[in-house]
């Protein structure tokens, strides 16, 4: 193609101005023609470039293999891996580099084995996780916030993923398990009217792998209450999408914008917060209805 015409200006095209518009070196188009007539079987073989190394890689492969055995007869370990396979290397005067050692490794099923992910379904979040009714399942997080009085405060929050209401928010000085529960448990008694054995069945909450989430203490308790614990998968915080838009919103509309004097002055705001949030705040995915309006359309009884 370098040879034909432009139907414009009658001049060919010309290697250099082929090769840039097909992304490809003019080195690769001379190689080419050079060997063009030459069947590919017979063609030479590419050498690695730069000087030739010390050692072979056949060579290479027999020494890791005796070390590996002698390693295996003399102390019991299986399985060294290339680091250390590269040091024992070293210390019997053959110098490779780690990504050789690897390689050669590699190429000859000689790395350590290594433990397999079991499969658990789906590894990201690929669906959705809006319910149908309020009091379904409930999302929650946590985040910190400094005071003038205090230092860090712990804010705990619990949302409804079918109305995005705040249904319980609680802040502490210390984030432990048993904070962590208090906007549940207070969620709880408001929707369900008690905090007795299975007085939540029916009901999941959704949370991430936190220390406070995964604890024995607030696991426990879940169980007690009938509601079953729905951790969010590792590193995909938007299967906890709807508690963490909500954290968002809170530091957008008050954590981020005044200060506080300790954590009586914190909670005042976050009570006050939250009782604005359900009357005011508009959602867009319920046509724009406040999360009070969305759970008095879906149970008339609230209204």
């Not at 432009?6 to 080419?32: E, F, K, L, N, Q």
């Not at 290397?89 to 780690?98: A, E, F, N, P």
């Not at 992910?117 to 319910?131: E, K, L, M, N, S």
Request: glycine share 8%; proline share 5%.
């Amino acid at each position: 193609m370098s040879t034909t015409l432009s139907t414009s200006s009658g001049i060919a095209y010309g290697v250099a101005r082929v090769c840039r518009v097909w992304g490809i070196p003019r080195s690769s188009y001379y190689d080419w023609l050079k060997n063009e007539s030459i069947p590919f079987e017979e063609r030479p073989k590419r050498s690695r470039p730069g000087p030739a190394p010390a050692v072979s890689d056949e060579e290479l492969e027999s020494c890791i293999r005796d070390i590996l055995e002698r390693i295996e007869e003399d102390a019991g370990i299986t399985g060294e891996g290339h680091r250390k396979v590269r040091f024992r290397l070293r210390q019997i005067g053959i110098h490779v580099s780690k990504e050789r050692a690897l390689r050669v490794m590699r190429e000859n099923g000689l790395l350590a084995p290594t433990r397999t992910a079991r499969a658990r379904g789906p590894r990201v979040h690929d669906g959705t996780i809006i319910t149908n009714l309020p009091d379904e399942m409930w999302g929650t997080d946590a985040t910190t916030i400094g005071t003038a009085q205090d230092g860090n405060i712990w804010v705990f929050a619990a949302t409804d993923h079918c109305t995005g209401e705040c249904v319980g928010i609680h802040c502490a000085i210390r984030g432990t398990r048993f904070e962590a529960l208090v906007p549940i448990q207070e969620a709880i008694l408001a929707r369900f009217g008690s905090v007795q054995t299975g007085a939540a069945v029916g009901l999941s909450v959704r949370h991430d792998h936190g220390t406070q989430y995964m604890s024995k203490h607030f696991q426990s308790e879940l169980r007690f209450l009938g509601v079953e614990s729905s951790p969010s998968f590792v590193r995909q915080p938007q299967g906890n999408g709807v508690a963490e838009r909500f954290f968002k919103t809170l530091k957008e509309q008050l954590l981020h914008v005044r200060t506080f004097d300790g954590v009586d002055d914190l909670y005042e705001a976050l009570k006050l917060f939250q009782q604005r949030y359900n009357d005011a705040w508009l959602v867009a995915k319920h046509k724009y209805k406040t999360p009070n309006q969305v759970r008095a359309s879906l149970t008339p009884e609230a209204a």
